[in-house]
């Protein structure tokens, strides 16, 4: 609470100093005007206005603050009011002039900082986030001249120009030291070539694991790139997260809004998305595979009706690109200009006797005005219903006040809310949010939950993901860099989620006198973590002790016990649903040489 208070404190001066030093320096100008016109009188010496004037223009300087005689009050205020405006001005002239050589300075004692490259509004708020949580944050942006730059300054951020994809500036900005790094530059080839230039340099890390978050803008070749986003070296000291903002923006607004019916007897959950652009197809494939983990493999499916000037065609394409889409929703492809008459009608279709009733609308158009004006349209039409209206904005601005000062059932905007897509997305919990984050997390789920059916859970581990201390985090995330290169070991990879039943995936063990997948995946696995284990200065040892750093089970599979090996078999068992929950799946490596 002291440090907010103080940050509070520390931004407001930010703001507002030039105006009280201006303030403060005519208060004390003219209280020295004052009090030299009463020394005057009182030593009785005639002084002219251009006499006092200048006696008191000469404060500034510290060369007319001594007088003759009985000093009053006002000159004795002024003589040291003025001075200390004049030399705290000249501090703060001196650093503006000397601010880059200050951070670079500021830079030298800095360590386990965040980097962030890019200033615009998505670096500017992933910035102010996390100097709000009290972590050091370096910025580097190109443009000199950005708005944005003396903001984020005042707020505690080091500032360093230059190219972000520079090899050199990169080792100046202290990346080997960083705890993490997010690139959301304007340019997705830029942001990539950030993440290639860091994963060299990271080689060189003596200690821990730098997270890398870039932003990927476009979501076709997001969705693309997901496929390398867990193929790295599961023995380096880089990890990489791809970030697009659309696809977390789908599962904020679904997660913060959502339309899901309670009980069978509301009927079946009916929901429109208006606009079907980046967001609104992302919102499709969410909100398909959110009904899939709610409902489990039961044949119930979600209404999905979808409104765009090309409906069709991008209906079309999603189920090319989602095969088992079908399987999970009932996609209803409403083609027609929402400036039309037509529109005008369509609330009138979904409350047919046909038609199940609607649950929620989410406006994703790309037009925020426009998004504004349909969402105000269709408040009309449905303002007998109670069905919430979301709307998409990259930032909520004026209109979020507006819809929160008006609280009472009867306002005209009761069925409107405001999705504020870069505030629900670009925040400090990138971290947590990440795919190898979230896949850490599920793997420490999975393990409690086995622990819970065994009915003795070894103590210090028995915690919930928040509790564990760093290192254990971290072991949980090295498992997860370690599932493609076991998965590959069987001929298998991870591939982005297509296919919503991808959990029920069963790898063979042998029962049939085949090949036993399970156990060869489990002993890759193991071998796989000894090697973590070693690289960490760990060692073979009569019993696990985390301070001297031995482990008895760092010896080869064959003399591993029969209960650690079974533990590595379930871990294998368990990745197709921990993956799928991930957002990804199995598929087999198909090979033209036999």
């Given amino acids: ?68 005689g009985p000093i009053p009050w006002e000159l004795q205020v002024g003589r040291f009011l003025v001075p200390a405006v004049t030399a705290y001005t000249a501090i703060l002239a001196f650093t503006a002039l000397f601010i880059k050589q200050t951070d670079r300075i500021r ?110 803008f476009d979501a076709r070749l997001w969705d693309l790139l997901r496929e390398k986003e867990l193929h790295g070296n599961h023995t380096s000291r880089f990890r990489l997260e791809l970030f697009n903002i659309f696809d977390r923006g789908a599962r904020r607004m679904l997660e913060t809004n959502p339309p899901w019916n309670i009980s069978p007897q509301q009927g079946p959950t009916h929901i429109l998305i208006v606009g079907l652009g980046k967001m609104g197809q992302r919102m499709v494939v969410e909100a398909a595979r959110q009904w899939r983990v709610r409902k489990g493999d039961t044949q119930e499916k979600i209404h999905i009706s979808v409104l765009d000037l090309e409906a069709n065609q991008k209906a079309d394409a999603l189920n090319h690109q989602y095969p088992r889409l079908g399987d999970i929703c009932v996609l209803e492809a409403l083609e027609m200009d929402i400036r039309s008459p037509a529109f005008e009608r369509v609330s009138a279709g979904f409350m047919k006797d046909n038609q199940p009733e609607l649950n929620a609308i989410y406006i ?26 979301i709307l998409r904005m990259a930032e909520s601005g004026g209109l979020a006040s507006l819809l929160a000062e008006e609280e009472n059932d009867q306002n005209a905007f009761g069925n409107l809310r405001i999705f504020d897509l870069l505030d629900q997305t670009c925040t400090s919990d990138l971290l ?61 990879r991870i591939d982005p989620l297509r ?45 696990k002790d985390p301070e001297k750093k031995t482990h008895p089970h760092l010896v080869p599979w064959e003399e591993l016990p029969s209960q650690a090996k079974e533990k590595n078999r379930k871990f294998v068992r368990d990745l197709p649903r921990i993956l799928a929950r991930a957002g990804f799946q199995i598929v087999r490596i198909r090979s033209t040489n036999p």
């Fill in 1 to 68: 609470m002291f440090k907010k208070n103080i940050r509070k404190i520390r931004d407001w001066w930010a703001d507002y100093n030039w105006m009280i030093l201006i303030i403060l320096g005519m208060i004390g100008l003219t209280l020295g005007f004052i009090g030299f016109q009463k020394n005057g009188l009182a030593v009785g010496k005639e002084r002219t206005l251009l006499d006092n004037l200048y006696r008191t223009l000469g404060l500034i300087s510290m060369e007319t603050g001594v007088a003759e």
């Fill in 107 to 216: 830079l030298w004692s800095t360590h386990d900082h965040i980097l962030i490259f890019g200033l615009g509004r998505k670096g500017f708020r992933l910035a102010k986030g996390f100097l709000e949580e009290g972590h050091p944050v370096v910025v580097v942006e190109i443009n000199e001249a950005n708005e944005w730059v003396e903001n984020i300054r005042a707020k505690g951020a080091i500032v360093i120009h230059g190219d972000a994809a520079d090899p050199t500036l990169l080792e100046k900005v202290k990346l080997k030291q960083a705890h993490c790094l997010i690139s959301v530059l304007g340019d997705d080839g830029k942001n990539a070539e950030v993440a290639l230039q860091a994963e060299k340099l990271s080689r060189g890390r003596k200690s821990g694991t730098l997270t890398c978050i870039i932003h990927i």
């Fill in 364 to 389: 994703c158009l790309d037009d925020e005005t426009f998004s504004l004006q349909t969402g105000l349209r269709l408040n009309h039409q449905l303002r007998d219903r109670r069905i919430p209206i």
């Fill in 432 to 492: 947590q949010k990440g795919t190898h984050e979230i896949l850490a997390r599920h793997l420490h789920a999975a393990y409690l939950e086995g622990l819970e059916r065994e009915g003795h859970p070894p103590q210090g581990v028995d915690l919930s993901w928040d509790q564990l201390s760093p290192s254990l985090k971290e072991k949980n995330r090295q498992q997860a860099d370690r599932i493609p290169h076991v998965l590959a070991a069987a001929g298998y």
């Fill in 499 to 543: 296919d919503w039943e991808a959990d029920l995936f069963r790898f063979s063990e042998g029962d049939g006198g085949g090949q036993d997948e399970v156990s060869l995946m489990a002993s890759v696995e193991h071998e796989l973590w000894c090697k973590n284990l070693v690289q960490d200065g760990w060692r073979k040892g009569p019993e």
